[in-house]
């Protein structure tokens, strides 16, 4: 059966000598990969069509039991010129992309693929239309953590539950209180750093305009983010050294 799927690239692998695998977040079908035949000739007819961080629909004979597939035809539906051309949007874009990648098991073992589908697609349009990168970022794994119960606690304590709260632990998972905080060593945090942090993880990709009329996010809140999600599932997001780098001030 010849089947259509909408879905954003990921990645793309080299595999053997002129052909790629990529890896693609569809809406209908979850995480599942292509084998594309000799498309690093120049002959192609798919070379343009199975770039990272674009929209593409896809043509291959689907098969319930299986995750990887040929790839028949493919063809762009949005490049977003502005993620290729720029490289701090394009390392956003890669950071995304691999959240996105690592949060889930291929085929049908992806959870919630429609939601998870809208959200990167949201974060790759907030990118291209060239909002703060930190900002989405951290509204898109805000969102993630969200959608599988891993959102930090930021209405209070994550121990106690007071809502007179002073510091940020990542064991924790979120927001403490000054007695939970010390019990720690954290340092007290600065107020308006506890507000903007509570507005990220509340506000979500929905609520981007709002955040960055705000002030947006800063490095630091992506950063804890990232932190607590890795101690929480052991996922390390790789791409995100190269995008931190690319904003400290020498």
């Given at each position: 059966?010849?089947?259509?799927?909408?879905?954003?690239?990921?990645?793309?692998?080299?595999?053997?000598?002129?052909?790629?695998?990529?890896?693609?977040?569809?809406?209908?079908?979850?995480?599942?990969?292509?084998?594309v035949r000799g498309?690093?000739?120049?002959?192609?007819?798919?070379?343009?069509?199975?770039?990272?961080?674009?929209?593409?629909?896809?043509?291959?004979?689907?098969?319930?039991?299986?995750?990887?597939?040929?790839?028949?035809?493919?063809?762009?539906?949005?490049?977003?010129?502005?993620?290729?051309?720029?490289?701090?949007?394009?390392?956003?874009?890669?950071?995304?992309?691999?959240?996105?990648?690592?949060?889930?098991?291929?085929?049908?073992?992806?959870?919630?693929?429609?939601?998870?589908?809208?959200?990167?697609?949201?974060?790759?349009?907030?990118?291209?239309?060239?909002?703060?990168?930190?900002?989405?970022?951290?509204l898109y794994l805000?969102?993630?953590?969200?959608?599988?119960?891993?959102?930090?606690?930021?209405?209070?304590?994550?121990?106690?539950?007071?809502?007179?709260?002073?510091?940020?632990?990542?064991?924790?998972?979120?927001?403490?209180?000054?007695?939970?905080?010390?019990?720690?060593?954290?340092?007290?945090?600065?107020?308006?750093?506890?507000?903007?942090?509570?507005?990220?993880?509340?506000?979500?990709?929905?609520?981007?305009?709002?955040?960055?009329?705000?002030?947006?996010?800063?490095?630091?809140?992506?950063?804890?983010?990232?932190?607590?999600?890795?101690?929480?599932?052991?996922?390390?997001?790789?791409?995100?050294?190269?995008?931190?780098?690319?904003?400290?001030?020498?």
């Amino acid at each position: 059966m010849n089947e259509l799927a909408q879905g954003l690239i990921l990645r793309q692998t080299d595999f053997r000598e002129a052909d790629v695998m990529i890896t693609v977040l569809t809406r209908d079908y979850g995480k599942i990969s292509f084998s594309v035949r000799g498309v690093r000739r120049m002959t192609s007819k798919n070379a343009g069509s199975v770039i990272p961080y674009t929209m593409g629909e896809f043509q291959f004979d689907y098969k319930q039991d299986r995750s990887v597939f040929r790839l028949k035809t493919a063809r762009t539906k949005k490049f977003y010129m502005h993620i290729h051309q720029d490289l701090k949007a394009s390392a956003a874009a890669a950071y995304a992309a691999q959240i996105a990648d690592e949060m889930n098991l291929a085929g049908s073992e992806t959870e919630h693929p429609a939601e998870q589908f809208g959200m990167l697609e949201t974060c790759f349009d907030l990118i291209e239309s060239g909002m703060d990168t930190h900002t989405v970022l951290a509204l898109y794994l805000s969102d993630v953590m969200k959608l599988f119960g891993i959102a930090p606690s930021a209405d209070g304590c994550a121990v106690c539950g007071s809502p007179r709260v002073t510091s940020l632990s990542v064991s924790e998972g979120g927001f403490l209180c000054a007695e939970h905080a010390a019990a720690r060593h954290l340092p007290v945090l600065d107020t308006a750093d506890l507000k903007r942090f509570r507005l990220i993880a509340k506000g979500g990709l929905k609520h981007a305009d709002i955040v960055s009329k705000a002030g947006g996010a800063e490095l630091k809140d992506l950063v804890i983010l990232k932190e607590i999600l890795k101690h929480h599932t052991g996922i390390e997001i790789r791409s995100a050294a190269f995008y931190e780098r690319l904003f400290v001030v020498d």
